[in-house]
């Protein structure tokens, strides 16, 4: 099962960008999805979750304030809201859908992946 993401681009810092991540139902309907991102010659690492029904949400720290997720179930899709972007926040953002329900920092648990789409912030 492949998810897509897009929305990525080249912005400015203090820009913002919406990420977006769809997939078929079966894949989303009932599964907690996250975002990741991975910046040159770093490992994955997590950025967001969200849970099932949307009602929960988890962050890494240094986006807390300034990324938002968020579902919408009827489309399938999933959203990421990036304002104040710094250039630090560079690199490939993929979204997965989890094994689970609820939301989740553990890449462990997420088994669906899209194929990344890049988001590059200049100074």
């Known amino acids: 099962v492949q998810l897509q993401a897009s929305g990525g681009g080249l912005v400015q810092t203090g820009d913002s960008l919406r990420l977006s991540c769809t997939a078929p139902r079966r894949t989303f309907s009932n599964n907690a999805v996250g975002w990741f991102r991975q910046a040159p010659g770093k490992g994955r690492t997590f950025v967001a979750s969200?849970?099932?029904?949307?009602?929960?949400?988890s962050y890494v720290d240094s986006v807390k304030g300034r990324f938002t997720i968020s579902r919408d179930n009827a489309k399938n899709t999933v959203y990421l809201q990036m304002n104040s972007l710094k250039p630090e926040d560079t690199a490939v953002y993929y979204c997965a859908s989890a094994l689970r329900s609820s939301a989740t920092t553990d890449v462990q648990q997420y088994r669906y992946w899209g194929q990344g789409t890049q988001v590059t912030v200049s100074s």
């Open positions: 969200i849970d099932w029904r949307g009602a929960s949400t």
